[in-house]
């Protein structure tokens, strides 16, 4: 089997290991008889696959015990929804660091539901930097303010997690497990798992359990934190192939290191590509202010669209694939998330120092 | 490998065929050096796999073309609570048959977002039968009746569905495919996947074109029919295993006779039970009207408790797995979905004859 090089965004890489495993299992697991995603969602065996999933999540993330964790559908843009619907009461507002694609996306749907306003918007700043903390506006009665630590499409990361006097709600979807969480500032944490954690289909969401009581009793039972913290998030049919596959990417993890290994491997794979970046003389551009740079999704520019564009022909005869920017912003984009081989990058930089070369 | 006789209510049994598509590519999508569940969801490969899938559920559904095909996260269970949040405006009521447990879902979800009735309701009736057309009590003003065309706990169906002066919304997860929709008559035709359609993570919304206009922009994103219209249901990243799989599970269903072949299947399977049942001489009884049994959902008893566990503990013996009935119920209970081999069926009638022959 070839492997290509995979700096895909959305969905991303995964361990062969993982995929020999759910392979190897899909038509038989553990000699049942039957594959996990044709049992029942109450048998003993998912049941022991779906609690070492959250289990890992939690002894990952040092995630305190006054949080649940859940695991829920429709990735991070219904959790755009949720968070409001459950989080504000008549007269509560919320403010929003608005730093791209993604904070738009959750401010957008937070004004849908509710009170919100814009602590802080980076159109002024094209997008290429996080605020300060100090920069925020945060507003008297505000209940929380909603941050995205990482925007993926604009390339730039808070490079620390806020200390505010108000909770913070953040959308961690690509750096979740790459960073740890500071569970003090934090009333919710959540993300999709397509990135960091294994394939789509499935949303982790970290809560202070607090925040469920009173019961959201006034909303549809899918949408209420409560009803999927108090059945195990197994209030319905879970996701149990996304669930199963993100089980065995975290044990993957846990064995590599951790969080604070993963967390080491961003900071230096992405420092191979900025510092490539930083000493070509300008052949490659990087459009983000340095101290925010992402160490998960590292943009860059070259001379002129041209240019790119045969940077991007030439990098997939070599197997360096989905480099290509978000068709929003143009330019190239490496995503290397946890499961992305070192070998891949070194591969990438290689490229990358040879195309130099031969346009120099 | 051996495989088991799966009767399970919940996730469904698959074909081996399909499963071992799935293993086999698991690591490797037609030898692209990726998973399937590895690729960006704006891949070509992927745009395949998902607009193949579309495809299929619009030809074997026979679905006209003003109605949109949807695949959205959250099961069944989050249609409870979109359908009204889409479909009611202020003013608005629904009517609501309230069959089983799952048409009390879709009533308390509805009453949680808008003004809606119960049409009907089971409970008098203790749920063994379904409603007739005129039974229902359709008040003035009804945008729609809610309707679930199979019970799947309760082990009942409606025999035919109603031809009503009002839109029908209907819940179709665990008949889908299994039986012709009479398109005229409906608004909106949904259901979760993991009955008879694949693996859990994703539900069909089959949904008239003209609801979704005006759009409804006070809702946010991800629970807004237009958007997932509008952009193919891939507004956001979708559950790309899940519609894999269905697309599998649909082609398999193409290949072996359509719709028209599932609903002879399930027509003969489930009369090949019901008749053993009906001509034990009451060793097994069905708690369901004879006009109402469900053709997916076989539910039965036997004389006491103890008789019941002694029968599902032998049946395991002989490798028929998840015939015990909902906890809510109790008894047993015989899922015989698209998916679940003529043998096994066979295989559980023999064992059901040799079993009351042994008790006699």
């Keep these: 089997m070839t492997r290509v090089h995979n700096f895909c965004a959305g969905p991303c890489t995964l361990p062969v290991s993982v995929l020999e495993q759910l ?18 969602h109450r048998s003993s065996e ?10 890992l999540l939690r002894s ?62 980076g159109e002024q700043h094209n997008y290429a930097r996080m605020p300060l903390a100090d920069e925020l506006d945060v ?20 490079p620390d997690l806020y200390a ?13 497990l790459t960073r740890e969480i500071p569970w003090d ?10 990135k960091n954690l294994g394939p789509a289909g499935v949303a982790v969401v970290f809560i202070r359990k607090s925040l469920m009581d009173p019961k959201c009793t006034h909303l549809p039972k899918y949408l209420r934190y409560d009803v999927h913290a108090e059945a195990d998030s197994l209030a319905n049919t879970p996701p149990m192939f996304s669930i199963w596959a ?30 490539l970046i930083d000493s070509s003389d300008g052949f490659y551009r990087s459009p983000v202010a340095k101290g925010d740079r992402s160490h998960t999704n590292i943009v860059f520019r070259l001379g002129d669209a041209d240019l790119e564009a045969t940077f991007l022909t030439q990098a997939e005869q070599h197997g360096l694939m989905n480099l290509k920017g978000h068709r929003s912003v143009g330019g190239i984009r490496a995503s290397v998330y946890n499961a992305l081989p070192t070998e891949s990058v070194e591969a990438l930089a290689d490229y990358m120092r040879s195309f130099a070369g031969g346009q120099a």
């Design 23 to 40: 392979g190897d299992q899909m038509a038989d697991f553990d000699e049942s008889g039957m594959s996990l995603v044709e049992m029942s």
């Design 139 to 158: 507003r008297e009665g505000t209940r929380y303010v909603h941050v995205t630590s990482n925007e993926t499409i604009g390339g730039i990361r808070m």
């Design 164 to 176: 505010l006097d108000v909770p913070q709600v953040a959308d961690m979807s690509s750096d979740f």
């Design 185 to 194: 500032n934090y009333d919710l944490v959540y993300g999709g798992a397509q």
């Design 60 to 121: 990952l993330c040092s995630v305190p015990d006054d949080f649940d964790v859940l695991l829920i559908q429709g990735g991070a843009t219904l959790q755009f929804a949720m968070i409001p619907m459950n989080l504000l009461s008549v007269g509560d507002t919320a403010g929003h660091a608005v730093t791209g694609t993604w904070g738009k996306g959750a401010f957008a749907d937070g004004s849908a539901v509710g009170d919100v306003y814009a602590a802080w918007h």
């Design 46 to 55: 998912y049941d022991e696959v779906h609690h070492r999933t959250l289990d």
């Design 246 to 275: 993100m089980g065995l990417m975290l044990a993957w993890i846990d064995t590599n290191g951790g969080v604070a290994g993963m967390q080491q491997r961003a900071a230096e794979r992405s420092s191979t590509l900025y510092d």
